[in-house]
T-cell receptor
Framework: DAKTTQPTSMDCAEGRAANLPCNHS???????VYWYRQIHSQGPQYIIH???NNETNEMASLIITEDRKSSTLILPHATLRDTAVYYC???????????????FGQGTILTVHP | NAGVTQTPKFQVLKTGQSMTLQCAQD?????MSWYRQDPGMGLRLIHY???????DQGEVPNGYNVSRSTTEDFPLRLLSAAPSQTSVYFC?????????????FGEGSWLTVV
């Protein structure tokens, strides 16, 4: 699996944009980047995913660099309820023992302050 | 979390007892899986299924059995519970195993083996 590197923790002021970086320098051309978050041992919540192009949905934006070796998750207006562990995951595209599996690393603990 | 239902939410077992964790989804997803999460660790894949009648092992399958008789249900059976199986269990599903298909998680089942 392509390994991801994320900062251990980040802080953000409520109402400001939260920008969470992720490095995935060994990503293959057909592997997707996924972002999930987990709040207080609840089930992981899907946020967004992308392959090459930048993506936006009602929760967040995903910016993927042109060489695909890194990406940034942007929460445009962070709220206290966005405090959670955020996981950046590279998902294997084809076959092999890791196919279909999400490999969760340690993630980034995002704390949103009032 | 969209459409993945786990029961029970909490369970205490004695060592050696058996039990089944239930998982159901109403999204007509072909791919279903079970993960466990231990304190301070990421999720680890136990078993998965790519369709009714088809199951396969993940990275930590020992002590667990699964079956997939219908598209909707994917129960996880603990054959003889051990304290090492104390964990939070998450069921997940997606339309298919392909990497562009979003995986959705249930809310989790907290299991304590004493």
């Amino acid at each position: 699996d392509a390994k991801t590197t994320q900062p251990t923790s980040m802080d953000c002021a409520e109402g400001r944009a939260a920008n969470l970086p992720c490095n995935h320098s060994t990503i293959s051309g057909n592997e997707y980047v996924y972002w999930y978050r987990q709040i207080h041992s609840q089930g992981p919540q899907y946020i967004i995913h992308g392959l090459k192009n930048n993506e936006t949905n009602e929760m967040a934006s995903l910016i993927i660099t042109e060489d695909r070796k890194s990406s940034t998750l942007i929460l445009p207006h962070a709220t206290l309820r966005d405090t959670a562990v955020y996981y950046c995951i590279v998902r294997v595209a084809d076959g092999g023992t890791s196919y279909g599996k999400l490999t969760f690393g340690q993630g980034t603990i995002l704390t949103v302050h009032p | 979390n969209a459409g993945v239902t786990q029961t029970p939410k909490f369970q205490v077992l004695k060592t050696g007892q058996s039990m089944t964790l239930q998982c159901a989804q109403d999204m007509n997803h072909e791919y279903m899986s079970w993960y466990r999460q231990d304190p301070g660790m990421g999720l680890r894949l136990i078993h998965y299924s790519v369709g009714a009648g088809i199951t396969d092992q993940g990275e930590v399958p020992n002590g667990y059995n699964v079956s997939r008789s219908t598209t909707e249900d994917f129960p996880l059976r603990l054959l003889s519970a051990a304290p090492s199986q104390t964990s939070v269990y998450f069921c997940a599903s997606s339309y298919s195993i392909g990497s562009g298909n979003t995986i959705y998680f249930g809310e989790g089942s907290w299991l304590t083996v004493v």
